[in-house]
């Protein structure tokens, strides 16, 4: 998953070196750069030789004269306070005065920091440093000791700081007329923590779909599951110049995302060639094609994709299509798998005009039909192409925009379907589909997308920049490029004035993104989510006051509001001074007091530095919990963040616990 842990708070000691040769003597050297660690280590070493093969381990200490211990929260949220604890114990040299210094980057050390201490042999000092949290960010502290005999021992730590309530957007879509003005400010961030805020704007072929904030969406997407993958990927594909504007890499950056998302995706490939949602198995039909279409243009883009892998995909794909069973009403995975063997010359045409001529009636999206007719005009076979795509934009406007929670195995909805048809469409060259009409539809989308609806709707946009309009815009009196793509922070924002210097309107989409001044209350569309903790004999605790050691059972409660089918994924950050205590989910008889729980089965669990996450799938009105034992470690008061459910591919079925705070005390 992609949501941006901590980093540790000192820097881990593991090291490995590449073969070295033994020499004469019969021993071999290796030499390593050791970070400022006190404690033991372990040497292991493999040997071999054309007969024989050895390994040996060994520990060693490795300390200072004098050693710095420090305890410190694993993060904290802007507004918490806390400590920093240091233990300094003098383990050999000269005994006496010791010089300390202790400097904080971002972070704000309270008290009276004591600039030296007394230390006789053998002697051990411990203090207590209060320090509290602002500005989101990995923020440094440095611990400098200086010996009697005038060595200085510096001790670097690492404290990341995050804003884990979650972010809102908001979307502003104007026409600015010949002459006009609008100026830009600090304004547009009311409501918002000037340090997570910043503002999106566009014009031109990029404002209509708002390509800048979908892409900034995407890259800012938490979770990870292979279809959330690619889904973050196959835009970077064409717009990395896009993404270099907005602050998200310059192109070799980009290029590096999409080949480690490759690589990721990879580790999940069955031996069949089938692709896991989120381990390596297979049985996801449409899955398969959707990332065999990810890999299949990432070639074509002159990304390495391993040969092997790539054959087995493709494979599984015709395999798939040959002994796939008849259907009245379905059809999606078929459709997609012909198209990405179409544009690879492996369909069979046979296969393609039966499914036009005999089962166009039974494909149940506008997507499948949109597919199906791609891989048509792949084949030159224009019109019968012409023909899937007319129907596919009738289904697109005989339906209606309101969506249910019913279960859809291509992780789809309407908009989502759309937008693949005008994609397909433009990119099969077809006459059939009015585009620039179905745009405008796309265009009035809302601020909750799904991975499919924001990857679908880039990729519609990239069809929509063949023939870009000049916009004719100035940003502070300068031209600006046909595209406009600005982003601004709120720490630097200032004022800006945009000037349509054209003859005819020019459309501009201005999007904001940050975490809310105000976090808002319980609550929720389709759903409700409850967080509450247990003592381990099964008594309700009230986490507003814990003491330290003190281990809790968190539970959290999901109650949908109606019956409906779904991939939710629960979210449960944590404050700073809980960790996780048990890496497993609890169920009935774990806990004899807490009988009550009853088991899910989930999909997928993570179980981070800083908050909990679950997916499950869920087709059911009745509520379920999911509950795991956290422990207080470190004293401090601090923000406790909502915890949250959402329905990941219709993102406007969502709910979110209360806000508040908490503190940890001493015994």
């Not at 230390?119 to 200086?146: C, D, M, W, Y």
């Not at 690619?230 to 907005?246: I, N, T």
């Not at 039974?362 to 891989?375: D, N, S, V, Y």
């Not at 076979?381 to 899937?388: C, G, H, L, N, V």
Request: with cysteine.
């Amino acid at each position: 998953m992609d949501l941006q842990s901590p980093p540790p708070t000192e820097e881990l000691v593991s090291f490995f070196t590449g073969p070295v040769k033994i020499g004469p003597n019969g021993s071999a050297e290796a030499q390593f750069d050791i970070p400022d660690f006190n404690g033991t280590v372990r040497l292991m070493a493999v040997v071999w030789s054309d007969t024989s093969v050895g390994q040996s381990e060994a520990d060693t200490i490795i300390r200072d004269p004098v050693v710095v211990t420090a305890s410190l929260p694993r993060f904290m949220a802007p507004g918490d306070q806390s400590e920093i604890l240091l233990e300094i114990t003098h383990a050999e040299g000269p005994a006496g005065r010791m010089g300390l210094d202790i400097s904080a980057q971002g972070l704000t050390l309270a008290g009276n920091v004591p600039s030296g201490l007394d230390l006789s042999a053998q002697e051990k000092a411990v203090l207590r440093i209060p320090i509290s949290a602002k500005e989101v960010g990995n923020h440094e502290l440095r611990v400098a000791l200086t010996t009697p005999d005038g060595q200085q021992l510096i001790k670097d730590l690492t404290l990341g700081v995050r804003s884990l309530d979650p972010e809102v957007s908001s979307t502003r879509r104007f026409s600015l007329a010949p002459g006009d003005t609008f100026t830009l400010n600090e304004d547009v961030f009311a409501g918002l923590r000037r340090n997570t805020a910043e503002v999106l704007i566009s014009s031109g072929a990029f404002a209509k779909l708002d390509a800048p904030g979908l892409l900034s969406a995407l890259e800012r997407y938490p979770y990870g599951c292979t279809e959330q993958v690619v889904s973050q990927a196959l835009p970077l594909l064409y717009f990395q110049d896009m993404a270099s504007a907005l602050g998200l890499g310059n192109a070799d950056q980009s290029k590096l995302r999409i080949t480690q998302s490759i690589e990721r995706i990879l580790t999940r490939q069955s031996s069949g060639g089938g692709f896991g949602l989120w381990r390596a198995s297979s049985g996801d039909f449409w899955l398969d094609a959707y990332v065999a279409d990810f890999l299949s243009r990432a070639r074509d883009e002159g990304y390495d994709v391993p040969d092997h892998a790539y054959t087995l995909a493709m494979d599984n794909l015709r395999n798939r299509v040959n002994y796939a069973p008849d259907f009245d009403k379905g059809g999606e995975d078929i459709a997609y798998a012909l198209m990405v063997l179409a544009r690879e010359g492996a369909a069979r045409m046979g296969d393609l005009r039966y499914y036009a001529d005999v089962k166009a009636g039974a494909l149940a999206t506008p997507l499948a039909l949109a597919q199906l007719g791609a891989a048509l005009a792949y084949y030159g076979d224009q019109t019968r192409a012409d023909r899937m795509f007319t129907l596919a934009v009738a289904m697109v406007t005989q339906t209606s925009d309101t969506e249910t929670q019913v279960w859809r195995v291509d992780y789809g909805t309407r908009l989502r379907d759309r937008a693949g048809v005008l994609t397909l469409a433009s990119e099969a060259g077809s006459n059939a589909v009015n585009v620039q009409t179905l745009a405008q539809s796309l265009a009035t989308s809302g601020p909750n997308m799904s991975t499919q609806e924001q990857a679908w709707s880039l990729l519609a946009t990239q069809s929509l920049l063949q023939n870009p309009n000049a916009s004719h815009l100035t940003l502070d009196g300068a031209p600006l490029e046909s595209a406009l793509i600005h982003k601004f922070d709120a720490g630097g924002l200032g004022t800006h004035t945009i000037t349509n210097q054209g003859n005819s309107p020019t459309e501009i989409t201005l999007t904001t993104l940050g975490v809310p001044e105000t976090a808002p209350e319980a609550g929720g569309y389709g759903y409700a989510i409850d967080r509450s903790y247990y003592d381990l004999d099964g008594q309700s605790v009230d986490p507003a006051q814990v003491v330290t050691g003190t281990r809790l059972v968190t539970v959290l409660t999901v109650k949908p509001f109606e019956k409906g089918e779904a991939r939710l994924m629960v979210n449960d950050p944590l404050p700073a001074g809980f960790e996780i205590d048990n890496p497993n989910l609890l169920r009935a008889g774990d806990i004899r007091s807490l009988s009550w729980l009853e088991r899910v089965e989930t999909q997928h669990t993570e179980f981070r530095s800083e908050r909990f996450l679950a997916a499950v799938d869920w087709r059911s009105d009745k509520p379920f919990r999911l509950a795991y034992i956290v422990r207080a470690v470190a004293p401090g008061d601090y923000h406790h963040p909502a915890a949250s459910v959402e329905d990941m591919y219709r993102p406007q079925y969502r709910a979110r616990s209360a806000t508040g705070r908490m503190t940890v005390t001493y015994e």
